[in-house]
């Protein structure tokens, strides 16, 4: 359910503006953008401004049309805001413009997440025959784990926001990036190696022509297995991971 809101949210938005901007429309002059076009330019775009503070005036303009570059850091909580610290990392990214259509990039990310055995997953109920299968290490809820993840997605930039509040300066964007997941867990002292998904949905608040801030709801799934034990299975030593977090997000376009 989580992933179908998420991928599901813009969707109105692509049939109306998908192809709109032909690829002489993509660096407009600015005369283009507040004059003759606004209309086209401004429906996901806006003009931001620097605040001279000396002189009290808004001053060095700049399209965010022309954005082509985009790198951010993230601290991240736990999505459980009873216990917020059941999860603390950081994130990494770096994401592209696509030349062709314009609202979407691509990139990477990495992060690193500090968290409990159970915020992220729980002890298998599965029976096994075998005495070193995941069923029969029933671990305690406040084991620490760390989760390293480094991933390939894209991202789709939208102003849904500007059908219920008037702002200029507030974007948002959803996230899909397919990872590779390491998964150190302390109570075995054991690796598990695997592949996930995360998804994001972000609001994030123009503070210059460059740099931006805000916050994201990221979800994330993964599965990852260990190295076997004699003769295990692979369903034997494998866990399925799943958990949402709340992060607070700072970077810039260049």
Do not use: C
């Not at 049309?65 to 059941?86: C, K, M």
């Not at 990477?108 to 992220?120: C, E, G, L, V």
């Amino acid at each position: 359910m989580t992933y179908l809101i998420l991928l599901l949210l813009p969707l109105n938005l692509f049939a109306s503006n998908f192809f709109d901007l032909t690829d002489e429309e993509l660096n407009p002059e600015s005369e283009d953008v507040l004059i003759k076009k606004p209309e086209k330019h401004l429906r996901n775009e806006s003009m931001i401004y620097n605040l001279n503070t000396e002189l009290g005036i808004k001053d060095q303009r700049r399209y965010t049309g022309t954005d082509s570059n985009r790198f951010s850091g993230a601290f991240h909580v736990s999505g459980d805001y009873e216990h917020l610290n059941d999860l603390l990392g950081f994130e990494a990214s770096y994401m592209r413009r696509s030349t062709r259509y314009n609202q979407f990039w691509y990139g990477a990310q990495i992060f690193r997440h500090n968290t409990y055995f159970d915020a992220i997953t729980k002890n298998s109920t599965s029976g096994s025959t075998n005495v070193n299968a995941e069923s029969n290490s029933v671990r305690p809820g406040g084991t620490k784990n760390t989760v390293t993840a480094t991933g390939l997605g894209m991202s789709y930039r939208f102003k849904l926001l500007l059908d219920f509040y008037p702002t200029e300066d507030v974007f948002e964007s959803v996230e899909v990036f397919a990872n590779a997941i390491s998964l150190s867990e302390s109570f075995i002292g054991k690796t598990y190696q695997g592949y996930g998904l995360t998804t994001s949905y972000g609001i994030h608040k123009r503070s210059s022509t460059a740099f931006f801030y805000g916050g994201k709801f990221s979800y994330n799934v993964a599965s990852v297995t260990r190295e076997a034990i004699g003769n295990e299975s692979k369903s034997d030593r494998s866990l399925s991971l799943g958990w949402l977090s709340l992060g607070f997000e700072i970077g810039f376009f260049y």
